[in-house]
């Protein structure tokens, strides 16, 4: 089973940007589709992005296309969230997910499609 710890959260203005990273641990991440998901207070998690094993597939929500980027290194073993143009309304605690995959070219966005689970970290986004 992978670890997965997310870092790179804090507050920003509207219009900024943070660098969200998703480290893991104990597997290869070159084995694993990666997404990130938010919750806000009071709402249900939902998908944010995806990746696929080797970075050349990618899908969005549409309320983030064109402002956020995924991206992933696996020498590195680290999945990232480059989230330009922050709204208010992106504030929510974002999640980095990995789901094992036989293919390199195929990513996930259903929730239930991923298997682990990091424990998240705040955005918050100030008007």
């Known amino acids: 089973q992978v670890q997965l710890v997310e870092s790179g959260g804090g507050l920003v203005q509207a219009g900024g940007s943070l660098r969200l990273s998703c480290a893991a641990s104990g597997r290869a991440l070159s084995s694993y589709v990666m997404g990130w998901f938010r919750q806000a207070p009071g709402k249900e998690r939902t998908f944010v992005a995806t990746?696929?094993?080797?970075?050349?597939?990618?899908y969005y929500t549409d309320s983030v296309k064109g402002r956020f980027t995924i991206s992933r290194d696996n020498a590195k073993n680290t999945v990232y969230l480059q989230m330009n143009s922050l709204k208010p309304e992106d504030t929510a605690v974002y999640y980095c997910?990995?789901?094992?995959?036989?293919?390199?070219?195929?990513?996930?966005?259903?929730?239930?499609?991923?298997?682990?689970w990091g424990q998240g970290t705040q955005v918050t986004v100030s008007s």
């Open positions: 997910a990995a789901r094992q995959s036989y293919y390199t070219y195929v990513y996930y966005y259903s929730l239930a499609d991923f298997r682990s």
């Open positions: 990746i696929s094993r080797d970075g050349g597939s990618t």
